[in-house]
Each structure stands twice: as C-alpha cells, then as structure tokens.
C-alpha cells in the first residue's frame, strides 16, 4: 500500500515562499521507468487542477499560472516530491495535494491518471 504525506503547507503573505514536501511509503518505481509525480490542488468552490508533475525520466509539466514561480523536483533515495513555490500570489491559496502513478507515458497532469494520493496541505497567500 502506497501512503502519500504532504507538509510545507501553510500561511504566507503575497511575494513570498514555501516549499511542500511529500513523503511516499515506499518507491515509486513504475514499469519501464514510467512513473510520474504530482502536484495538484483545489480552492473553494474550484475545480481540482494540475500544478506541476514530473515523470521518472525528468521531464516535467507547470500549469500556465505558476510558471516561472514554482519548481517541482524529487529526491528518489529520500522517497519525496518537493514544490518550491516563490512569488506566491492570493489566488495560489488552495489545498495542495500530492499524487503518484506507476503509469505514465508523460508528465501529464491528468488526476484521473493517479492512483495515489495524499490527504492534502493547505496553503494560504494573504494580500
């Protein structure tokens, strides 16, 4: 059983940073080196999107709205997915929730396509 934990959430003013750590129970590792790990997240009254994601062979994919503001990466022999967040904004205020496959073609950011998931880390960006 793959169990996903979140932390890094939590409340910051317009401008600044935080980074979201995930933690996996165990490795990732999916068939043919296809895995893929993710960040996604839901604010009130919104519908859950895809933040970043990066596959096992590196590649990675942003939402337009955090490019150039956040950095996906992972850390295989820790086991975690990290989300640096610099230049946050109010409307990045949301639940982030962390996702795994063992399945991906690509980076996609289809949540459908993640079997795992974390139970969330809410961040809030005051103006």
């Known amino acids: 059983q793959v169990r996903l934990v979140e932390s890094g959430g939590g409340s910051v003013q317009a401008g600044g940073s935080l980074r979201l750590s995930c933690t996996a129970s165990?490795?990732?590792?999916?068939?043919?080196?296809?895995?893929?790990m993710g960040w996604f997240r839901q604010a009130p009254g919104k519908e859950r999107e895809g933040v970043a994601v990066?596959?096992?062979?590196?590649?990675?994919s942003y939402a337009d709205s955090v490019k150039g503001r956040f950095t996906v990466s992972k850390d295989n022999a820790k086991k975690t997915l990290y989300l640096q967040m610099n230049s946050l904004k109010p409307e990045d205020s949301a639940m982030y929730y962390c996702?795994?496959?063992?399945?991906?073609?690509?980076?996609?950011?289809?949540?459908?396509?993640?079997?795992?998931r974390g139970q969330g880390t809410q961040v809030t960006v005051s103006s």
């Open positions: 990066i596959h096992s062979d590196g590649s990675t």
């Open positions: 165990v490795y990732i590792y999916g068939t043919y080196n296809r895995d893929c």
């Open positions: 996702a795994a496959t063992r399945f991906c073609v690509r980076a996609t950011m289809a949540w459908g396509q993640y079997n795992y």
